[in-house]
């Protein structure tokens, strides 16, 4: 399964990164971006890999955001998988991004909320987070409403203990990478 992942998340970051390598060539040059943006809407969904305590799981989650210029925060949510044990809550994400009228737009979020566990487990847990993302905006770059694709890196840490039937407990550190689909919308 390690091998798997692997391949999947090399295969991903490859072809995103080619994506991203061929727009920015094609791109004629920048234009102003924090004069013509000044307040986005965004919301993504996806779904990717990520590995909990050095062990493979799935993880979805969502986003979404009021981008203030550079400023944005807004509420995250995210599910995982692991065995018989379902991770799964939310909280608030608050960083730093740049995103204009180029085609390319970049995210830096910290991340504090809490996790329920399944059935199997004895309490809920509050988490803290970070996550970096890279995203590229398909379609006409100065629509008001505008289509992205993206990555996410990110990492939650528990911020106490749990115990469920399958495994011992402690923490749960998740590290993962997450392929988003969403859009971007300017409005006024």
């Given at each position: 399964m390690r091998g798997a992942m692997k391949s999947f998340l090399a295969i991903i970051a490859t072809s995103f990164f080619l994506l991203v390598g061929g727009r920015a060539q094609a791109d004629e040059a920048p234009k102003a971006v924090a004069a013509?943006?000044?307040?986005?809407?965004?919301?993504?969904?996806?779904?990717?890999?990520?590995?909990?305590?050095?062990?493979?799981?799935?993880?979805?989650g969502a986003i979404a955001l009021v981008r203030l210029g550079m400023f944005q925060a807004g509420a995250a949510a995210h599910y995982s998988q692991y065995g018989l044990?379902?991770?799964?809550?939310?909280?608030?994400?608050?960083?730093?991004?740049l995103h204009g009228a180029s085609h390319i737009g970049f995210d830096a979020l910290a991340e504090f909320g809490g996790s329920a566990y399944g059935e199997r487990s004895s309490h809920d847990?509050?988490?803290?987070?970070?996550?970096?993302g890279a995203n590229?905006?398909?379609?006409?770059?100065?629509?008001?409403?505008?289509?992205?694709?993206?990555l996410w890196l990110y990492a939650q840490h528990d911020?106490?203990?749990?115990?469920?039937?399958d495994r011992r407990a402690g923490t749960w550190d998740e590290f993962g990478l997450r392929f988003a689909m969403g859009f971007d919308v300017t409005p006024g």
């Amino acid at each position: 399964m390690r091998g798997a992942m692997k391949s999947f998340l090399a295969i991903i970051a490859t072809s995103f990164f080619l994506l991203v390598g061929g727009r920015a060539q094609a791109d004629e040059a920048p234009k102003a971006v924090a004069a013509e943006r000044p307040t986005q809407l965004h919301f993504d969904l996806g779904f990717g890999l990520a590995t909990v305590d050095a062990r493979e799981t799935g993880h979805g989650g969502a986003i979404a955001l009021v981008r203030l210029g550079m400023f944005q925060a807004g509420a995250a949510a995210h599910y995982s998988q692991y065995g018989l044990s379902a991770r799964y809550g939310g909280g608030i994400a608050a960083g730093l991004g740049l995103h204009g009228a180029s085609h390319i737009g970049f995210d830096a979020l910290a991340e504090f909320g809490g996790s329920a566990y399944g059935e199997r487990s004895s309490h809920d847990l509050p988490y803290v987070g970070a996550r970096m993302g890279a995203n590229v905006f398909v379609g006409n770059p100065d629509s008001r409403f505008r289509t992205t694709l993206g990555l996410w890196l990110y990492a939650q840490h528990d911020l106490g203990e749990r115990e469920i039937s399958d495994r011992r407990a402690g923490t749960w550190d998740e590290f993962g990478l997450r392929f988003a689909m969403g859009f971007d919308v300017t409005p006024g």
